[in-house]
């Protein structure tokens, strides 16, 4: 398909800088086919039942952001896939000045470059032992925000809490889930009251994700893949809700990606672990999801892709459009959507 189809122009005011506060406070666009209804995120204990379970990402954002030096020269890397314990996959900038065998300094973290991709793309292993990674990066990193946010404000303390989800606890992502964003404590409970079921699955969410799409037919593009997990538990209870007559609620993308690569054909969510590059766009047959929870996605992105694919791309210009004109706030700390999935015609 042609990437220009997914294309769209929206103003820059449109981004949020800050999420909502609440956090469920955030409002929420129900796309259900032709129709489209402005709701709140808290309406949605409203539009599930005791049958249904929502899929949440639990990965957590690690401070995956560096500067520092090769020599005299000013680096700045980007993680985005953990190969071993020490060893990465980053985005280096300026990448030239990243070459093979180059020692990085990142004002005491040292790491040395053992490959070179494409694209910026570089591997290099970290001077520490396997045990002290994650407190090294907690100590010589920053939060990595997209680049639609970080070019507008500064990372702030602020966004350690915000730009993690309730359900957080496994390490290894360098970009948040963001649809789990919008979930409080409270907004849970109101939802285990309804009766309405909950089960995490991991996908560490690379940096990969902010790439924009640089080839001009969606066939040409190549996706970084991402590490996930889905608990043979986990799957066994999916496949129980569907077999209840209940619905499987994917919130976010990076839930749906992962469940749709552990479906089977016939529906069932077989046990996942490995690494994913699934690339979902129009004409994909979902399997494992029934309905998709998701933030408002840049323009040509693998996301407004993937959406659409869902919930039908002339329905989503549509809704994206209204989006816009209602003033809806877009991207990671952005308000939500509830999508129905697109009826076969």
């Known amino acids: 398909m042609d990437v220009d189809l997914f294309d769209f122009d929206l103003p820059k005011e449109r981004i949020a800088l800050?999420?909502?506060?609440?956090?469920?406070?955030?409002?929420?666009?129900?796309?259900?086919?032709?129709?489209?209804?402005?709701?709140?995120?808290?309406?949605?204990?409203?539009?599930?039942?005791?049958?249904?379970?929502?899929?949440?990402?639990?990965?957590?954002?690690?401070?995956?952001?560096?500067?520092g030096k090769r020599g005299e020269a000013k680096i700045e890397i980007t993680l985005h896939k953990r190969e071993e314990a020490t060893v990465w996959r980053v985005f280096a900038r300026?990448?030239?000045?990243?070459?093979?065998?180059d020692t990085l300094d990142f004002s005491g973290l040292c790491a040395e470059v053992i490959a070179v991709g494409q694209e910026g793309e570089r591997t290099i292993q970290f001077d520490?032992?396997?045990?002290?990674?994650t407190s090294a990066l907690e100590e010589h990193g920053v939060m990595p925000l997209p680049p639609?946010?970080?070019?507008?404000?500064?990372?702030?303390?602020?966004?350690?809490?915000d730009y993690q989800?309730?359900?957080?606890?496994?390490?290894?992502?360098?970009?948040?889930?963001?649809?789990?964003?919008?979930?409080?404590?409270?907004?849970?409970?109101?939802?285990?009251?309804?009766?309405?079921q909950q089960h995490t699955v991991t996908l560490h969410v690379?940096?990969?994700?902010?790439?924009?799409?640089?080839?001009?037919?969606?066939?040409?593009?190549?996706?970084?893949?991402?590490?996930?997990?889905?608990?043979?538990?986990?799957?066994?209870?999916?496949?129980?809700?569907?077999?209840?007559?209940?619905?499987?609620?994917?919130?976010g993308t990076t839930s749906l990606r992962l469940l749709e690569s552990a479906a089977g054909d016939d529906g069932s969510i077989q046990p996942f672990v490995g690494d994913t590059d699934i690339f979902i766009t129009p004409g994909y047959r979902f399997k494992g999801v029934d309905l998709l929870?998701?933030?408002?996605?840049?323009?040509?992105?693998?996301?407004?892709?993937?959406?659409?694919?869902?919930?039908?791309?002339?329905?989503?210009?549509a809704a994206y459009s209204h989006a816009i004109k209602e003033k809806y706030r877009f991207y990671s700390y952005g308000d939500s959507s509830l999508l129905f999935p697109e009826k076969a015609s």
């Open 18 to 67: 800050r999420p909502a506060q609440p956090r469920d406070a955030a409002r929420m666009l129900i796309v259900n086919n032709g129709n489209l209804i402005d709701a709140g995120v808290k309406d949605i204990v409203d539009l599930l039942t005791d049958k249904d379970v929502l899929v949440t990402n639990d990965t957590r954002v690690i401070p995956g952001r560096l500067s």
């Open 165 to 196: 989800t309730l359900f957080a606890k496994s390490d290894g992502a360098v970009a948040a889930p963001t649809a789990g964003l919008h979930f409080t404590p409270e907004l849970m409970q109101a939802l285990k009251g309804k009766g309405v």
């Open 94 to 101: 300026p990448a030239k000045k990243c070459r093979l065998g």
């Open 293 to 317: 929870m998701t933030n408002f996605h840049l323009p040509k992105s693998t996301l407004f892709m993937l959406v659409s694919a869902f919930a039908g791309l002339d329905t989503m210009q």
């Open 206 to 251: 690379g940096a990969g994700t902010f790439l924009p799409v640089k080839a001009e037919r969606t066939e040409d593009h190549k996706m970084h893949s991402e590490w996930g997990e889905i608990t043979p538990e986990t799957a066994q209870a999916l496949n129980e809700v569907r077999l209840k007559g209940g619905r499987i609620v994917a919130v």
């Open 148 to 161: 639609y946010i970080a070019s507008q404000r500064g990372v702030d303390s602020r966004d350690k809490e």
């Open 128 to 133: 520490v032992e396997p045990e002290a990674m």
